[in-house]
């Protein structure tokens, strides 16, 4: 029994999945009735207080059950949010205390799976959790260890994500290239150049074939943002102005309730009556008073996860199409924003920017040119929109294009290294 009490876990931004050793090897464990992947997303049913996980917290939310919706919690790791509370009900809950809710609903499923208690976890890592802030990376690393010492995992080591989805491709290789691994997860974007081949699979050590790894704190999440601002809150008063109540002095309006209303994991802190007095006097004074006055009515009426819902949504279709509708009759009756991946393009095209310069300085730290790398391979959900598919394999002409399991490449590839980090089978086949 002990060779299944390990397990590679992947608490991601927007989904979450947990791997383990099963008959036929390392596998994604069931999470959610049939399906391997977990929305990492929680809903407190106001009725009972109770948890709920994934699919069924979404569904929860949009049915109208009395509650609160919670998602995109990996961006807390390493902030100042990590230390607030937020009130369910009548009971207090850290940001820290609800991920865990999260981690432990994961292990609970390893459990199932392996029979006994899993007690040895790798956890992925994007590489930089923040941008350019050692300590508040670190921070935020000791804190997802934290919690998952709390959740009952004992042995805990990390490896970055882009390194598991490395590992999760080179099962498929037969012979030895220079990968790059791009990972264009729901908060971070992380690239690798690494060396696999089938002899490596099984070494203990593989430090001399990561060539380079770097990564930027930009993702789904942020992409949903700014198409929301773009597309959405100008029609709630984003861009309007504001007559002050003495002279004529005209000032834009505060972007600030404009932009956590379109950024997941801060909804939530909008849904207070300070907030409701300030969209109050901002109405008073405003020069489209309309777009204000519907602003107001979605925060009262807590409909800011839907508008974010529906922005995820249209981002998702443009995928495929060239034109997309951001449906917000939930929100007011015959609302409805029609929008283009054009539209998209420009929200986002910063931070398109930033991860063409990312690549580049991951190609140059690698001592490769684009030209050298044989496959690049892809995993995230993000990868599948076309500005950013085409940002991320822009500089490495010839190389083959690999779509790996957007969702699942990373748990599996942290399987593996637990595989072989605790693992008696690994340790033999890697002496």
Known sequence: MEAKSFCGLDFGTSNSTVAVEGAQGMELAPLEGGSRTLPSSIFFDFSDGSPI???AAIKAYVDGVEGRLMRSLKSVLGTALMDETTRIKTKAYSFKDIIGLI??????????????????????RPVHFVDDDPAADRRAQDALEEIARARGFREIAFQY???AAALTYEQSVREEQYALIADIGGGTSDFSVVRVSPQARWRADRAGDVLANKGVHIGGTDIDRLFSLKSVMPHLGLGSEMRLPFGDKVL???NGFFVDLATWHRINLLYTPKVARELEEMERYSLSPAKIARLAEVIESRRGHSIALSVEHAKIDLSDSDRATI???EVERAF????????LHEAIADQLGSLSRTLKETLAASG???GRIDAVFLTGGSTAIPAVRAAVTGQTPGAKIVEGDMFGAVGLGLGLDAQRKFGSDGLRRSA
Do not use: H, Y
């Open 53 to 55: 996980f994934g699919r």
């Open 103 to 124: 981690v432990g609903k994961l292990k609970d499923a390893a459990d199932g799976v392996a029979g006994e208690d899993v007690t040895k976890v790798v956890l992925g």
């Open 161 to 163: 994500e882009p390194i």
């Open 252 to 254: 834009p309006a505060p």
């Open 327 to 329: 449906d917000l009759t």
């Open 336 to 343: 409805e924003v029609e929008t283009s991946a054009n539209t």
């Open 368 to 370: 490769l040119s684009g």
